[in-house]
């Protein structure tokens, strides 16, 4: 049972009358794992594709500047749709949403194993990008409009997190294994858990309200966001290859400023707008957001810098690359369960700074390889405890993310801190491979390993200023002032 149909109907004597609803039922264990499978498969997603691409570039004779898109086709509908499918989840149903969703990931990972060719792939990557964008929100907000706020909570998202990293970790080894035998069987390997994720989410997800209780999308505001989302990261897509200062570059990030002006604007002037700007402007929101476009795009960067150093410097091959990440993996999906219930005891606020600086120093310790560099003096360290800021970081963002926000609105909550998420990891990387390359080009290009000090030094630099964005968190309720004039129903508010 949704919080939306949950509040029990009182006498005036304040006991329930005999009409009363019962109270909200908590989904069981099964339905939790159901919504973090859909979490593993969209990390493994993410993950395995990066070691495949020298395989797929040879099996389908693919140039350079088309391999890219194999990733960031995935990226641009990601990034692009995620606003559109939060607002989807919360209007049209969170469980129908995210059935639709899973049933078309599974569908299009099936296409793309099977692609003849590189269009037919980017194609496919495009469309399974897309539906991850419905997906994420959708999933994210069934749990926090189904467990309830605090410890339940905490909990229940300190799982969904860890599930996150274990797919992350996990597509980067099992990406690397299976591509010995087969890059296809890279893109065939979320699809059985999607078929499981879906057959389970049918019988065991709450069903979503009546459509009569939900409001219309804003097609206008729709438009203008999604599109103007989907030019933004296809100019910071392709910025590094045609110039940041481009013509064909200023041109597309003009148009996204336009498109995005327009939906501001478009939104001022409607009582059912997609996103309320009061949304936008919360203190919280804005701290939440700008501390995960921060934290993740720190995150997207080291890997690509990590992954690159390993091989390129070092001379490991991909599968001891992608096993050097599995110590992150396994210390976060440690200690993640209980970050949740730490951000619900001791505030949120002080656990993502906290995570921030773990962060920050794990990055900082990165400085210290060098050619000679061994695994358990240098990379080791590095790892666990970027394992620990990042299980302190993500449960606690999700938190502050959703704390005082009415459920009609919890899909949107997630939609944005996702789409700061994605935003942040290109804009962060396309910085950071820009400085590696002039570091390159300065060196002359007899040293493998220049640029990659610079380029850590801005991560380091990328996450300090997201832990001066948690100032702006607050561990004391916000009142909810998303709910349209006149329509505000009894059980809504967080």
């Known amino acids: 049972m949704t919080a939306e149909a949950s509040t029990p109907a009182h006498d005036t004597a304040g006991r329930a009358g005999p009409r009363a609803r019962s109270a909200p039922v908590v989904p069981g264990v099964l ?3 159901t919504l973090c499978a859909s979490h593993f ?37 990601y990034g692009g749709f995620l606003l559109l499918g939060g607002r989807a989840a919360d209007l049209l149903g969170r469980r129908r949403t ?22 037919a792939l980017i194609g496919a990557r495009l469309v399974k990008g897309v539906a991850a964008g419905f997906l994420a929100p959708a999933a994210l907000s069934l749990i926090t409009t189904n467990w309830p706020e605090g410890r339940e909570r905490g909990r229940a998202l300190g799982w969904y997190a860890t599930a996150g990293a274990g797919g992350f970790v996990g597509g980067l080894v099992l990406g690397g294994a299976l591509t010995e035998v087969s890059w296809r069987l890279v893109f065939a390997l979320p699809v059985p858990i999607a078929v499981a994720a879906f057959a389970a989410g049918g019988r065991l997800l709450p069903p979503d309200p009546p459509r009569a209780a939900r409001r219309r999308i ?25 110039g940041w200062t481009s013509v064909r570059t200023i041109a597309l990030f003009t148009v996204a400023v336009l498109l995005l002006a327009a939906f501001l604007r478009l939104e001022a002037r409607r009582a059912d707008a997609l996103v309320p700007l009061s949304f936008l402007t919360r203190r919280r929101s804005a701290g939440t957001n700008l501390t995960i476009f921060a934290m993740w795009g720190a995150y997207t960067s080291f890997a690509f810098l990590a992954t690159l150093y390993l091989q390129n410097v070092l001379g490991w091959s991909p599968l001891a690359t992608s096993g050097a990440f599995v110590p ?14 730490l951000a619900a005891r001791f505030g949120t606020q002080r656990v993502i700074a906290t995570g921030m600086l773990l962060l920050a120093a794990s990055y900082a310790m990165f400085l210290r390889i060098g050619p000679e560099a061994s695994f358990v003096s240098v990379v080791l360290p590095v790892m666990v405890l970027n394992g620990l800021g990042t299980a302190a970081t993500f449960p606690a963002l999700n938190m502050s993310a959703v704390s005082g926000v009415a459920d009609r609105d919890q899909g949107l909550a997630g939609a944005l801190l996702n789409t700061s998420m994605q935003i942040g990891g290109a804009v962060v990387l396309a910085v950071v491979t820009a400085v590696t390359e002039a570091g390159r080009r300065a060196g002359g290009g007899a040293d493998p390993s220049a640029g990659y000090l610079p380029a850590t030094a801005v991560v380091i630099g990328v996450v300090l200023a997201g832990l001066a964005a948690t100032t ?9 002032t998303t709910a349209p004039r006149g329509n505000t129903r009894q059980g809504e508010a967080s």
């Open 472 to 480: 702006l968190l607050r561990d004391t309720r916000e009142p909810t």
């Open 218 to 242: 804003d097609v206008a505001g729709a438009l203008t966001v999604t599109g103007g989302l989907l030019v933004c990261v296809y100019a910071i897509a392709q910025a590094p290859d045609h």
């Open 31 to 33: 339905a939790l794992v």
């Open 41 to 77: 498969m969209d990390a493994i997603d993410l993950s395995d594709v990066g070691v495949a691409l020298p395989a797929i570039q040879h099996g389908l004779g693919m140039s350079p500047a088309s391999l890219q898109w194999v990733v960031s086709a995935y990226a641009l509908g």
């Open 98 to 119: 995210f059935l639709t969703a899973v049933a078309v990931f599974a569908v299009v990972g099936v296409l793309g194993a099977v692609a003849p060719g590189g269009a």
């Open 328 to 341: 992150l993996g396994l210390v976060n999906g440690a200690v993640a369960p209980f970050a949740g219930r």
